[in-house]
Structures are given as structure tokens and as C-alpha cells.
Nanobody, 114 residues
Framework: QLQVVESGGGLVQPGGSLRLSCAAS????????IGWFRQAPGKEREGVSC????????NYADSVKGRFTISRDNAKKTVYLQMDSLKPEDTAVYYC???????WGQGTQVTVSS
């Protein structure tokens, strides 16, 4: 059974940091480019960042550029999203997805609030 699992979300104050993790079962994560997406209440899901299978290429949405960092540890078969200088508008459920695999996880809730 193919599955992705996101973790690491939580409640954080504005300006704080969180690190999200993405792991997979049923397929080898390190063979795929991975994207992080988010969906805020009442809004459509949007792309946040993505990383190539080797980790050598990354991209970011303009709204998170300079604050978020995507990385991967293929030895641990995990992709990370380091989120710094968090803002209330970053509040959303965050999802990861492997390119070419139509599987979404449950997501992890990130809430930025004082």
C-alpha cells in the first residue's frame, strides 16, 4: 500500500520555526522529486516548495522564499521543510507529494498565532 506521512506541525508564535517531515511507505521516496503543498481554510491547495530526487534542485513559492528551506536525506528516506520566520498567513494543513504518484497523506496542521 502506497502511503505518505507528514509530521512536525503544531502551534507556533509569529516569528517562530517548525520543521516538517515527509516519509513514505510502499515506495522508495528517494527515487522521486517531492513537493510540499499547503491548504488554508477556504482556499485552494497551493504549492510551497519542491526538491529534485537528488536534492540538487529546489524551488519555492514567492510567499515563502527566504524563510522556508526544503531538504532531503535519502539515507533516511525523508524530506524536510524547515520553516522559519513564520507568519499567521502560513497557517494551513501541509502536505507532501511524490511527483508522478497520485497519493496524498493526511497532512500536518501548522498554526501560527500569538
Amino acid at each position: 500500500q502506497l502511503q505518505v506521512v507528514e509530521s512536525g506541525g503544531g502551534l507556533v508564535q509569529p516569528g517562530g520555526s517548525l520543521r516538517l517531515s515527509c516519509a513514505a511507505s510502499g515506495f522508495t521516496l528517494d527515487y522521486y522529486a517531492i513537493g510540499w503543498f499547503r491548504q488554508a481554510p477556504g482556499k485552494e491547495r497551493e504549492g510551497v516548495s519542491c526538491i529534485s530526487s537528488s536534492g540538487g534542485s529546489t524551488n519555492y513559492a514567492d510567499s515563502v522564499k527566504g524563510r522556508f528551506t526544503i531538504s532531503r536525506d535519502n539515507a533516511k528516506k525523508t524530506v524536510y521543510l524547515q520553516m522559519d520566520s513564520l507568519k499567521p498567513e502560513d497557517t494551513a494543513v501541509y502536505y507532501c507529494k511524490a511527483e508522478g504518484i497520485a497519493i496524498w497523506g493526511q497532512g500536518t496542521q501548522v498554526t501560527v498565532s500569538s
